[in-house]
């Protein structure tokens, strides 16, 4: 009997230490992109993944990186697992460059103090980890940096402009208060402009500015 209990033991301490061991596996790492390659790697997901979702053509980006004018006034977080990138998001400072969703719409009511408000945008998933629960810990983990970075610098309004598929993801979340459409008029040629590097994006899915009010 005493030996039976000795061997369940083991096997309880075996047990547990596998599972603890294997759980590092699924650790999620976030940092701040802070050099030229883990840049690099950025722009390689986010090209990546806005082919395979057909946002963009592979044609347009011969370098397979996706970058633009707004990289310069930005956060881009890097989420890794075992030191391989699986995810990223850009966070945009408010600036003379404007963001990307004010330029893309003929925005009617963003009426708010400037410094106040950034942009959520080129928001990247690695393909398998997308519409699962580790996709859904790297979203939330990357929501929770730019939520603590926004508290830290007193701001308080997020734009974003995505798919109304997209704009789902972000209603549960916890530190969200409201998120409001907004209205935009007809399009003029510097929105039809903004929308060049990602034309497809804005052909073929229904993306739809909206306003996110943070507590």
């Not at 945009?92 to 925005?107: M, V």
Request: glycine fraction near 4%; charge should be positive; hydrophobic fraction near 40%.
């Amino acid at each position: 009997m005493i030996t039976f209990i000795i061997k369940r033991i083991k096997l309880w301490f075996l047990l547990n230490f596998l599972i603890s061991f294997w759980g590092q596996f699924d650790k999620i790492k976030i940092k701040m992109a802070n050099s030229g390659q883990e840049l690099h790697k950025i722009f390689n997901l986010r090209w990546k993944a806005y082919i395979e979702e057909g946002y963009i053509e592979p044609k347009d980006f011969p370098n397979r990186e996706l970058k633009d004018q707004y990289e310069k006034n930005s956060l881009n977080l890097l989420a890794l697992k075992n030191n391989i990138p699986i995810g990223t998001v850009r966070f945009i400072f408010p600036s003379d460059h404007g963001f990307p969703t004010e330029k893309a719409f003929n925005l009617k009511n963003l009426n708010f103090p400037k410094k106040e408000i950034g942009e959520i945008s080129k928001l990247c998933i690695e393909r398998k980890y997308r519409k699962t629960k580790i996709g859904e810990k790297i979203f939330l983990s990357l929501m929770a940096e730019i939520y603590k970075f926004m508290k830290k610098n007193k701001m308080k309004y997020v734009l974003i402009g995505v798919p109304h598929s997209l704009k789902r993801a972000f209603e549960p979340l916890d530190f969200q208060s409201s998120i409001v459409e907004l209205q935009a008029g007809p399009l003029k040629p510097e929105n039809i402009k903004e929308r060049k590097t990602a034309h497809k994006y804005f052909e073929n899915f229904k993306v739809t500015p909206y306003l996110i009010t943070i507590t």
